[in-house]
């Protein structure tokens, strides 16, 4: 499996001069080996938030991909030592391995829960970056992934993902459940009250999930905002699945079955002005996800005999087959950077593996093998990781990685089954 290639750089104007900048491509990749003590709590409030904190944090700076978190059994500083460059002994770190030391201290106030970061240069002893962001005393994990987002930004001058939000179903004895979550899994909110609920998939602005569900004893398409009602958007045909909502947020693309065939259809978000746009009056084509831009849609189709990953106009124009190894290949998900298509493949032992396919080249790159069956994949609002459902620990848990295939996590999620995860943009005026 390609490495993730990764290398530090400088950049070239005069106020960054000195800020080193990870840059996620290149011939020099590694993680940069940065050691995260504990937070300093500086309340007994604080104190008692400190956990959840850092249990979040940590986890964000453990999945980016851009970060090699060191094991705090290792650490030999005073675990008391300030957050003032003057109060901490470098060399401490630097025995450790550590290339870069990140100190947070938390604060609370009338209900809300500061937290100051400081990155240090260990080789130099250089304070590299100091914010300070604030959240709720009641959701400490905001405030990590708060603090984590601006620390990824000071390194790659691009969002994280870490104030995003996801989507999946949660298995429940006979019912199946929407949930909608923080990126990790964190401060999950249940959609749905019973019944069979399928398929989510966010809008990009995070506000908006469309899914199929069989209130009505039949499947159609509805949409809804946490903590509102579900609005059923289109009841046509036998079965309406794989709603997936264009990138402005306009227009909803689905698969809807009828007699021997299910083609795809466009419609507005309110599911009025729907159009088929393919036309095999006995193929099945579903699984809909739309390109960055919005001006393309990749589906599957089985037209040519198997289930295989083709890419269309969002007017059904200028069809094209990407997939040609394997015979089972389903659920691609657009990446947000327009160059790949990550999907599920079953293989020669009938074990789902996922794989990117590159749009314009049409090469094929494993990212799973060996670890149970791994299905469901979407990519992250950067591009950079891949969420995914996996049965290697038991079960059906959601995992993420690197978009590269490369460190592969369980995430913080809730217990229990849960399947068919989508992932989006979540605005945080932070």
């Not at 003590?37 to 980016?64: V, W």
């Amino acid at each position: 499996m390609k490495a993730l290639l990764l290398s530090l750089v400088l950049l070239p104007l005069a106020a960054l001069a000195q800020t080193p900048t990870i840059e996620i491509s290149g011939a020099n990749f590694r993680p940069l080996p940065v050691a995260v003590p504990a937070p300093l709590a500086q309340s007994e409030g604080a104190k008692e938030k400190a956990n959840t904190f850092d249990a979040a944090f940590t986890f964000d700076l453990s999945a980016s991909g851009i970060l090699q978190v060191l094991d705090r059994k290792s650490f030999t500083a005073d675990p008391k030592e300030g957050m003032a460059a003057g109060t901490i002994t470098f060399s401490r770190w630097a025995d450790v391995g550590a290339e870069a030391l990140v100190k947070v201290s938390l604060a609370d106030d009338a209900g809300t829960l500061r937290g100051e970061l400081r990155l240090f240069n260990v080789g130099t002893g250089r304070e590299d970056l100091k914010v300070t962001k604030d959240a709720p005393a009641s959701n400490p994990s905001l405030l990590a992934h708060r603090l984590a987002d601006a620390l990824y930004r000071h390194f790659t001058r691009e969002p994280s993902p870490f104030l995003s939000r996801i989507t999946y179903v949660r298995k429940a004895g006979n019912n199946r459940d929407i949930a909608v979550a923080d990126w990790d899994g964190g401060n999950p909110v249940v959609l749905t009250k019973g019944g069979i609920n399928i398929l989510p998939s966010l809008s990009n602005d995070g506000t908006q999930v469309t899914y199929t569900s069989y209130r009505k004893n039949r499947p159609d398409l509805y949409v809804q905002r946490p903590g509102g009602e579900a609005k059923m958007v289109v009841s046509d045909g036998q079965m309406i699945t794989g709603g997936a909502f264009s990138p402005d947020g306009k227009r909803l693309a689905y698969s809807q079955a009828e007699g021997e065939s299910a083609q795809i259809y466009v419609a507005n978000a309110d599911g009025s002005g729907a159009k088929a746009i393919t036309d095999t009056p006995y193929g099945l084509n579903t699984s809909p996800s739309w390109s960055p831009d919005g001006k393309r849609i990749a589906f599957v189709s089985n037209r040519g005999g198997s289930p295989q990953i083709y890419i269309m106009g969002a007017d059904g124009s200028g069809v094209r087959r990407l997939t040609f190894q394997g015979n089972y290949n389903q659920t691609p998900d657009w990446s947000p950077r327009g160059d790949l298509i990550v999907f599920t493949a079953r293989d020669e032992r009938n074990a789902f593996d996922l794989f990117t396919v590159n749009v314009e080249t049409g090469k094929v790159t494993r990212m799973t093998q060996d670890q149970g069956n791994n299905e469901e994949p979407a990519f992250s609002p950067n591009g950079r990781l891949i969420l995914f459902t996996s049965t290697r620990a038991g079960g059906t848990q959601l995992f993420v990685m690197t978009a590269d295939g490369n460190n592969q996590l369980p995430l913080r999620a809730e217990k229990g089954t849960l399947l068919t995860p989508d992932w989006a943009p979540l605005a945080d005026a932070q």
